[in-house]
């Protein structure tokens, strides 16, 4: 890294592994796998391979919520990927998403074992498959899908960018966090305005939207993202806070929220989750 303020671009870009702060041990610019490694498999139709993540923990509420509906075909197990060791380059996760990141789901219900990658992919086709939590008239579904898709072009600019600059960065840059952060109260606002309108993004019912974007957006309100909720004044949005609030009293997401999850109260943490059962079992060992 250069001793000077001012950066100016090279001709050519070389991958320089020093930089890139806490990540610089798995973050790389090219794709594939690093090492050979199978996945586990386990006897449910759904097989999740995740960390708990605000990405992870879309899949997991979402899977808890259709268990919570009756529907006895979402039972799955849910396989820790953890990410800071580099799981997600093993052989077995790429065949299952060539990208590498968390979350990755196999559907072993079908003929052949059916792979989906990429968070809001695996709301939509679970909401698909199941016939729930996604609305079915025209206007609704509409206004569903364009918060689902909201949250996907939004949230990287809350985690890769305001999140990197003010808690990974390896040095704190005013423009970096000024830049984000502006953006980042954005989007809160965006969402506060939807929210003095409808009870939930998509209308009076919760779907897959809310199930989108609580992890991101509720976690930040809830002060468990980034230790960032009093830099941001995240209380000035009211309707967001009810809402928030109100997601996370559902059982269903109380429980997503444990799974994978490796951090926080070991209360908290549930590392792998193959019952329901598994949720009365209070501390985890490491696995």
């Known amino acids: 890294m250069s001793d000077s303020p001012i950066y100016v671009p090279p001709k050519i870009w070389q991958w320089n592994k020093e930089n890139g702060g806490s990540w610089a041990s798995i973050n790389r610019p ?26 992870g923990v879309k899949v997991t509420i979402m899977l808890e919520e259709l268990l919570e509906l009756g529907f006895s075909g979402a039972e799955y197990d849910a396989w820790l990927i953890r990410i800071s060791e ?32 990429e968070s809001g992919s695996i709301l939509l086709y679970l909401a698909e498959k199941f016939r729930a939590l996604l609305p079915v008239d025209t206007a609704t579904r509409a206004e569903c899908l364009s918060w689902l898709f909201w949250q996907m072009g939004s949230a ?30 954005r989007e809160l606002d965006v969402l506060d305005r939807r929210l003095a309108q409808s009870e939930y993004l998509a209308g009076s019912d919760y779907t897959i939207a809310d199930i989108a974007v609580w992890p991101w957006y509720g976690a930040l309100m809830q002060g468990r993202l980034y230790d960032a909720a009093e830099f941001l004044q995240v209380q000035e949005y009211v309707n967001l806070k009810r809402w928030t609030e109100k997601i996370a009293q559902r059982p269903a997401v109380q429980r997503g929220r444990k799974v994978n999850r490796i951090s926080g109260e070991l209360s908290d943490q549930l590392h792998e989750r193959h019952e329901v059962s598994d949720f009365a079992t209070k501390t985890q060992d490491k696995v």
Do not use: W
């Not at 050979?36 to 097989?47: A, I, Y």
């Not at 799981?87 to 052949?112: E, H, M, R, T, W």
């Open 86 to 117: 580099g799981d997600q380059f093993g052989s077995g996760f790429v065949a299952v998403n060539p990208n590498s990141k968390i979350p990755a789901l196999l559907d072993c219900s079908a003929p052949i074992p059916l792979r989906v990658f």
């Open 30 to 55: 090219v794709a594939g796998a690093t090492h050979e490694k199978e996945l586990p498999v386990g006897r449910h139709p759904l097989q999740l391979y995740s960390l708990a993540t605000p990405n």
């Open 156 to 185: 990287p600019y809350l985690g890769g960018g305001f999140g990197h600059f003010y808690a990974y960065a390896p040095m704190k840059f005013e423009y970096g966090i000024d830049r984000f952060a502006m953006e980042v109260k």
